[in-house]
Structures are given as structure tokens and as C-alpha cells.
């Protein structure tokens, strides 16, 4: 009887792609919206994971992100250094400055100071020009985003020069970054330059970044700072936590993805719903004859489960596809990069579509069991 | 008991719909009896409690009292799923409105009786088109419902009836659709092909026209039966051939109280 459901199904053609065309889109729209959601949370921690040198991130117990900086004093980078099992520490310098830009207003920037001898904590892929670079006098290197920002429509090339603070700042390098989640260009530089381009405080040390020594587990090591110290250590996957669960707890943007993901998934059930169940309520003659003729009411309800399988899988496939293909054309587009469909937002949205169908299928299979099948006598109109 | 003889016994079957004042007595005390290798007819007129009589003999309506024995089974002692396997070995279904699976082909409609039986499709549409070719319909096996005539459609809906070889089979209204010669048509083919000695045909009809190939005619009115007639009685009143079958009244309802 799995023929006939097909059969059946695929013999109204127009609502067989209502049907489909609902649930693509409501799989879409929930796809993309929690890909989207998801990439700008990444983004949200680009400056932590673009750092590769360090597994371990110290700072001012009050920190609660990346972005807010509480300073710390040169002594306590002393101090962590002088933690067991700590096998090196450096500074990491983490502000904003503003720079005449080429058009001559003014432009904010992030600028991120590494340690001048080991320049720990720098872009390790450029595309123009080197980190090594980095130890001329007055030179930056921008990301990706920034030289286009600046500059748009230019080929990536080194040599032009930027003013912070009334000072030369000249571009030796465009590194490849994560995507930011602030539209501001990002400079990278040693540390003693930074300082200069943002104006010198008591305190300029915004985070300090460590290394275990070999064989060392690196929780002991981050309780053993904190103890040591009274600072907070912890992982960069931690730090990456902390800044997501900050940006979740703290803005609106969790709640506005939610809410049309939601939006998505109430459309997609209703639309599915009420189309499948016309179509139920269409074919309830026939139905009704397949009854009286000896269907057993969980024949019918598998096949009507069938039908509903089939337009799920379809509509999945469909919506993901295009998301898929949403996500593979706006790859380069700058405000775009770094979204992708991720393979958790597919799962999710695949358990959503079989809600989806579960519930629009449960309305039509209650209508067919109580049918009687004498309906088919009395006209069965 | 087994009654090998009678297809169909009732009796004083009363069937009510509704409840408290609302109820409605449909079939007030029903004795009827049809024999195997007879077309039995049910005629009376519209709301006599023709189609819920019908709809209780096969199976698809539960009763409200008296005793029903179809195939020499009691059907008030089965359950939900033994009446629907009951109805799937033993009795074929034809409707006034055909009923056909309008996105199926003839062929594949006919099969559906014994794809519900779980026969492999293959050998169900070597049966189908065996009985289609019977039926006059070779030709057309492959033709959706929407592309056939009335008269196609019903014959269709006869071979779907017969493919898994029912004993009893029950009819609602099959030529009203159609014209009358049509419906001429489709009572010959029903006449020779589903009436067996092992078999009943059991015709509800308003359709005066073919009340001649009825072997006995049970007439209906206000829920009760108020005449049966054999084939012999009728003829004896109203010869073939002498115009009878076009001037008799279809509702013949006179007769008997209400």
C-alpha cells in the first residue's frame, strides 16, 4: 500500500509542492537563522581564537569578554611568570585608537599589542608581506576587512601609512583573521608601539598569555595561577565560553534569532499542517474506500505517515540545499565571511521539519481514524 | 450455526443514531434473508434506511439490536480488526460514485483490494488485467479514472469488487451515475460475471430500470422491510418485455404499512 500513498500524493502535484515548498522554506529560514546566529557568536570571539601561540588566558577577575578590558600591572605579569609549571608568559595588549584614514576623517580601530621580542600571540597567516616586518619602526599590519574597509576596491599591497595618535603608523603586512564581530579594521603591532598609538596609562597590560610547561595539564596550571595570584586563568576554549554566554546573557541578539527561528518553525507547521490536512480532507472519499475495502486503520495511518516522510525528507533537502547555496555565494562577501551551514543546525532543523511533519500528519490521521467507512454510502462528498 | 444456503440473515435488526432525544431509529426490526447465487435487490425510497442497512451488512456500521449472520458468521461477536479482515477476504464493494483512486491507473485501482491483502503487486496486476480484459476494459488498463467514462469508471469499480474473489458483494446505487444504457451494460456484465452459485449480490437501487435482473427484490420503507418478491412473483406481475420495468413506479412504497 506504500505505492498507493505515493501514488496519492504525488498525483496532486500542486499541493505535493505547496506542501514541499512549505516546509523548504521554513527548514531554510531555521537553518540559516541559527547559522547565522551561530557565526556572529563566533565572531564574537575572533581576537581569542585567531591568538594559536597560548593555552592559557589571564586577566582581571572582572572580565567577563574579550572586548572589556580591565588592566593589569606589569607586576602581576612578573607574577604569573613566576607560577609552577608556567614555562613562559607575555603580554597582550588589547584597545581601540582612532586613525585619519586615507579620506581624511577619522576611522576607530582595535589595535593588539604582542610581546616585542617573541610577538606572541600575532596572525600567523598573511597575505602580504611578513610578521617579521612587525619589528620596523612605526609598522602595523591590518586584516583583511580592515585594508578593504579602508581602502575599497584596491589589491592588498603594503606601504600605505595610517595616523594614530599623531603618529605614522605604516602597513608591512595584511594577515588573514577571523571574521570580527565589530565592523572596526583590526592593526596588529608590538606591544611598545601600541601603547603609543592609544596614549600611555599607568596600566597598559590587557591580558597576559601563558604557556605550560611540557607535561604539565593545563587546568592545574590555571588553579595554580589563580591561587598563586588571584587572577583569573583559564583555557582559550574557556574564554571563548565566557565571551558566548556573555553575548547571550547580555544582548538582544540571542533573543531576536530566536524569535524567527521560532517564527520559522510556527509558519513552517501551520502552512505544512493545513496543507496536508486539505489534502487529507480531499481524499477522504478515498480514504473512506480504502476502509470499507479492508484497510486497516495503521495501514492508513502509515501510509499517511509515508506521505508526510516523503514531503519531509523533501522539503529538508530542498531547504538545505538552499541554504547551502546562500552560505557558498556570499563566502567572500566581507560582512558575510566566516557563516556557514553548520552541521548542528542541520540536525536541529531536521529534528524541527520531523516535528513539523509529526504534527501535521497527526491532525490529518485523526480525521481518517474516525471516519467511518459507511461514509463512502452515504455520498461521500 | 453455519448457514451455508443464506448469505445474509437478519433479524429484527434495529439500528439507532443519536442519543436521549436526539435518537433517531433508522432500522426498526429488520428480517431479511439473501441467498447465495442470487442478486438480491434493496429498493424503497430516499431516508427508508436502504444505505445504513446495506452499510450494517457489510460490515461498516455497528447495530443497535438483533442478530446478524453474513456468510454463516456472526459478525456481532467480531472485533474492530476481524470485521475489517472479514470485509478484506469476503465481500466486494461497488459505489454510486465509483470511488475510484483518481491519481491510480484502472489496472492499479483494481489491485488495491489485494495489495490491503498483502499479495506481491506483481502478481495483483497480472490478476487485475486478466479481469479487466473479462470486463471489456484491455484497452484501458493504463488510463487514470479522470480519462475513462462512467461507464469505464464502474466497470473498473466491478473488477476492484471482484479481484480477490469475494463472496458477497454489495452494491450502492451502481448505475445511477450513469445513462441507461450504460447502466444496462454495466447490470449485463454484473449479472454474468459476479453471480455465482457460491456467491451473493446484494444491489441497492433507485434505478427502476434494472429491478428486472434482481432475483428478489426486498422493498424498504421507514426502516422495515413491507415486501420481499422472487424473480417469479415479480415476472408473473409484470412481464419482461411488455414495457413493465420502465413504467413500474421506483419507490414502490405503497405497499405495507409504514
Known sequence: MNFVALKMLLGDRAKYIGLIFAISFSAMLMAHQTSIFWGVMRRTTSQIVDVKDAAIWVMDPRVKYVDEVQPLTENDLYRVRGVDGVEWATRLFRGSAKAKTPQGGFQAFTIMGFDDSTLVGAPREMTSGTLADLRKPDSVVIDEDGYRFLWPGESFRTGKTLEMNDRRAAIVGIAKSSPPFQPTPVVYTRYSQAIQYVGQERNMVSFVLVQPRMGEEVQSVCRRIRERTGLAAMTRDEFVRKTILYYLRNTGIPVNFGITVALAFIVGAVVAGQTFYIFTIENLKQFGALKAIGVTNARITAMILLQALVVGVMGFAVGMGLTAAFFETTKNISHLRGFYLMWEAMAGTGASVLTIIVLASLLSIRRVLVLEPAYVFRGGN | ?258
Open chain 2, 1 to 258: 450455526m453455519a448457514r451455508q444456503e443464506i448469505a445474509v440473515e437478519c433479524r429484527e435488526l434495529v439500528k439507532e443514531f443519536g442519543r436521549g432525544e436526539s435518537r433517531t431509529r433508522v432500522l426498526r426490526g429488520i428480517d431479511l434473508e439473501v441467498n447465495l447465487g442470487d442478486m438480491s435487490f434493496l429498493v424503497g425510497p430516499s431516508g427508508c434506511g436502504k444505505t445504513t442497512l446495506l452499510s450494517v451488512i457489510a460490515g461498516l456500521l455497528e447495530w443497535t439490536d438483533g442478530d446478524l449472520h453474513v456468510l454463516g458468521s456472526d459478525v456481532s461477536g467480531m472485533s474492530g480488526d476481524e470485521k475489517v479482515l472479514f470485509r478484506r477476504r469476503n465481500i466486494g464493494f461497488m459505489f454510486q460514485q465509483f470511488n475510484l483512486l483518481p491519481a491510480l491507473t484502472a489496472a492499479e485501482n483494481v489491485t488495491v483490494p489485494l495489495l490491503a491483502a498483502n499479495v506481491p503487486r506483481k502478481e495483483a496486476m497480472g490478476k487485475a488485467l486478466a479481469l479487466l480484459d473479462l470486463l471489456g476494459l484491455s484497452g484501458r488498463s493504463a488510463a487514470l479514472p479522470s480519462e475513462l467514462s462512467g461507464g469505464e469508471q464502474q466497470r473498473v469499480a466491478l473488477a476492484r469488487a471482484l479481484i480477490h474473489d469475494p463472496r458477497l458483494l454489495v452494491c450502492d446505487e451502481p448505475t445511477s451515475a450513469l445513462d441507461a444504457d450504460t447502466g444496462h451494460i454495466v447490470m449485463e456484465l454484473l449479472s454474468s460475471v459476479a453471480v455465482r452459485p457460491d456467491r451473493a449480490v446484494l444491489v441497492v437501487t433507485h434505478d427502476s430500470r434494472i429491478f428486472h435482473f434482481a432475483d428478489s427484490t426486498a422493498y424498504m420503507n421507514d426502516g422495515r422491510i413491507v415486501k420481499v418478491e422472487t424473480k417469479r412473483t415479480f415476472e408473473a406481475d409484470f412481464p419482461r418485455g411488455n414495457g413493465a420495468e420502465s413504467t413500474r413506479s421506483p419507490e414502490p412504497v405503497a405497499i405495507g404499512p409504514s
